[in-house]
């Protein structure tokens, strides 16, 4: 079966303090793995990919295979950085298979 | 460069109605996908569409359907309207035709909210 899970509807940190939003999957396959960020009243966007390995705004993500895991990381939290966050499997012909999302707060 | 545009944003209809969504794609974009979101379950993949051929179908009933036009641009119908239906709907479009065991990045529009009464 192909499955995201996001296990955290809500995550609420302190400005500055370090933030981890999780995301496990089930595919039999090699995954591409995406995290889309969605601001308030903004479009949905591509935040990173796990084969382009770059940072974007200060949040890495890892590809563990072993845990089939792809969770979000980022050292310091900063307010700008509250919205919602989906982890996304793509199995291919552009067809990506969403999380629940996990809902990013953080707190002055 | 416009973003994926999406009509009407806003839309009520009556159970057993039938109603048509729009997306235009951003200029270059063959790739356009379409997503149901709902409350209760979250995004899901209605299907996609590359150079007007349905490549790809999530698990919805038959009533859903699209099509893509020589424009990229692409519609969806969904046809005798049930008050389940009410969602967000999202397109968004991707510049490559990925193939198989393949995604490129996904643009997405702001959606129309469909609601059914």
């Known amino acids: 079966a192909q499955r995201v899970t996001q296990p955290e509807k809500l995550l609420s940190v302190f400005k500055g303090a370090p933030v981890e939003l999780k995301c496990n999957y089930s595919y039999s396959g090699s995954p591409e793995l995406f995290w889309y960020v969605q601001y308030s009243r903004q479009r949905l966007q591509l935040l990173l990919r796990?084969?382009s390995r770059e940072s974007i705004k200060g949040f890495t993500a890892d590809l563990n295979k072993g845990e089939t895991s792809f969770h979000l990381k980022k050292p310091f939290a900063q307010e700008e950085d509250s919205a919602m966050y989906y982890c996304?499997?793509?199995?291919?012909?552009?067809?990506?298979?969403f999380g629940a999302g996990t809902r990013l707060a953080v707190h002055p | 460069k416009a973003g994926v545009t999406q009509t009407p944003r806003y839309l009520i209809k009556t159970r057993g109605q039938q109603v048509t969504l729009s997306c235009s794609p951003i200029?270059?974009?063959?790739?356009v996908s379409w997503y149901q979101q709902t409350p209760g379950q979250g995004l899901q993949f209605l299907f996609e569409?590359?150079?007007?051929?349905?490549?790809n179908k999530g698990n919805f009933p038959g009533r859903f359907s699209g099509r893509q036009f020589s424009n990229s641009r692409s519609e969806m119908n969904v046809s005798t309207l049930e008050l389940g239906d009410s969602a967000l709907y999202l397109c968004?479009?991707?510049?490559?035709?990925?193939?198989?065991?393949?995604?490129?990045?996904?643009?997405f529009g702001q959606g129309t909210r469909l609601t059914v009464v």
């Open positions: 200029s270059g974009h063959r790739s």
């Open positions: 996304a499997l793509g199995p291919g012909y552009n067809k990506l298979i």
């Open positions: 968004a479009s991707s510049l490559k035709g990925a193939g198989l065991l393949m995604n490129t990045e996904a643009f």
């Open positions: 569409y590359f150079s007007e051929t349905q490549r």
């Open positions: 796990h084969i």
